[in-house]
């Protein structure tokens, strides 16, 4: 038996030795963390295409959407970069939720019953993160039935038409009050997260901690704000209506 125990350690790898001890599991968590943050980031940025309108029957982020499914061919298949990137994004969220969960399982483990958790001196945005967490991992399912699989169809929606998807369900004050709400948990989650993660990977120092507050802050707020534009500029008729088909073929035979 103490052979077989010896045999069975020696065959773990690093990374699992690394998920079992409290100091690797924040590193994995930061890591995929920082994963995360990086596509929110260009998830942002992808859509304030938005901003550009209906653009004369072809907006901008229909075309983004379609780069998106074409970047790679004909060397690769069709929308093969986008599903590996979708499966690189699950792995790290499951790695990311569950290393969080276990991390919060041991921590409670480890305090005596009947100290509750230190309060003083925290922010809202790391009260909060308990909250936060299980919230934009519901809001992220959602998001996908919706505009990805477009299963939830409150508000009519077509394949491709990602500019007329989006002005159509925010038309409506629920809809847009709900991603208001989800955004503002994101920034939230953000902030605190973000500072976090640089403090899990050991970049947190007297001297640069300031700054590493200030960069998780700015990042959280610049994504809000950035994700918050689209809803409400639709909403409010900042960003103009889709042109439709017909109105498209109407256009094109003036023309």
Partial sequence: MATQELTRKRRR????????????????????????????????????????????????????????????TPLLPYSFVLWVIRVVLLAALIVHVVGVFQLAKRSSAARPKGHPGKRIGRSISSMTMRISGPLLLAFVIFHILQFTTLTIDVTPLREGAIYENLYGAFQKWYFVLLYVAAVSALMFHLHHGVWSAFQSLGADRPARNRALRLTSATVAVVVAVGFVLIPIFMWTGVLAEPITTHAQTALEVAR
């Avoid at 994963?35 to 942002?44: D, K, N, R, S, T």
Wanted: hydrophobic content about 45%; overall charge negative.
């Fill in 13 to 72: 790898t690093w990374l699992g030795e690394a998920w079992e001890s409290n100091v690797g599991k924040k590193v994995i968590v930061a890591i995929t963390g920082f994963v995360l943050v990086a596509y929110v980031i260009l998830h942002m940025v992808g859509n304030l295409t938005a901003l550009q309108g209906p653009d004369g029957g072809s907006p901008r982020i229909d075309e983004y959407g379609h780069w998106l499914r074409e970047f790679g």
